[in-house]
């Protein structure tokens, strides 16, 4: 299949389209949070979609991509940045230590730092690639056993130690709350540890609930179902 061959689309997903109407909805929750000059980037996770579900939302101009998986993003992205060089590609899954130099190459934001091992493994990389990306730290916010991320309590240490020790430029945190809690706690608490740390970025919100972390904040939302559609059972 070429990434021209539209022909697999189902007929009641239209991506442009709802990319539109979310923007639309951002624009509404900041006017009705007294929050208009706020910018919110709107990251499009297009994880488990193929290229010609994608291809239509790179042809409204939109350049903001989120995946999960590196392996995935290579083989769907490297056709699509040809023909879109500058899109940015956002890595919002967890990276193994063992991927980080095919990361590093294919990525242009991790958002997903969440251990000091691979914060060092990413400065050694950076150096060898002469390539420093920007930089997310996920938080666990919830502190869910199963979740990565580090603890509320621990991320002004491993910011600063980032930074101090690792050189490293953090430009923001990231969290995905726990499926079954609020989320306006947990997208709260994040915007107060980033101003502890001295960050400005948040990304935070995905489909259902973007227009919250948008009043809350958010400089990136992370929307994916809404804009692509339900992804297909593994
Ligand atoms: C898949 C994913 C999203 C998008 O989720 P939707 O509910 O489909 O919008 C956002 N963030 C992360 C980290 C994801 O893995």
């Known amino acids: 299949m070429t990434i021209?061959?539209?022909?697999?689309?189902?007929?009641?997903?239209?991506?442009?389209?709802?990319?539109?109407?979310?923007?639309?909805?951002?624009?509404?929750?900041?006017?009705?949070?007294?929050?208009?000059q706020n910018h919110v980037t709107i990251v499009a996770v297009s994880k488990q979609h193929e290229a010609a579900r994608i291809l239509p939302v790179l042809e409204t101009g939109h350049r903001v991509f989120g995946e999960n998986r590196v392996q995935e993003a290579q083989a769907k992205w490297s056709a699509l940045i040809e023909k879109y060089p500058d899109t940015e590609l956002r890595l919002i899954g967890p990276l193994q230590t063992n991927k980080v130099k095919e990361a590093v190459a294919l990525f242009d934001v991790i958002e997903s730092v969440d251990r000091i091992k691979l914060a060092k493994a990413l400065a050694k990389e950076f150096?060898?690639?002469d390539k420093r990306l920007k930089l997310f730290v996920q938080v666990n916010t919830g502190e869910e056993e199963q979740k990565s991320g580090i603890a509320p309590n621990d991320v002004v240490t491993f910011v600063d130690e980032c930074r101090d020790q690792l050189g490293l430029t953090i430009e923001g945190l990231m969290c995905i709350p726990p499926a079954a809690d609020d989320p306006a706690p947990h997208f709260a608490l994040l915007a107060k540890l980033?101003?502890?740390?001295?960050?400005?970025?948040?990304?935070?919100?995905?489909?259902?609930?973007y227009s919250i972390a948008a009043q809350l904040g958010a400089t990136h939302v992370r929307v994916g179902s809404a804009i692509f559609g339900l992804r297909p059972a593994k």
């Not at 189902?10 to 990319?19: F, H, K, R, S």
């Not at 502890?196 to 919100?205: E, I, K, T």
């Open 4 to 36: 021209d061959d539209q022909n697999n689309l189902p007929d009641d997903i239209n991506p442009a389209e709802n990319l539109a109407a979310i923007t639309e909805d951002i624009s509404a929750a900041l006017r009705e949070a007294g929050k208009e």
């Open 127 to 129: 150096e060898k690639q």
């Open 194 to 209: 980033a101003k502890d740390c001295g960050v400005s970025a948040l990304s935070m919100g995905m489909s259902g609930d």
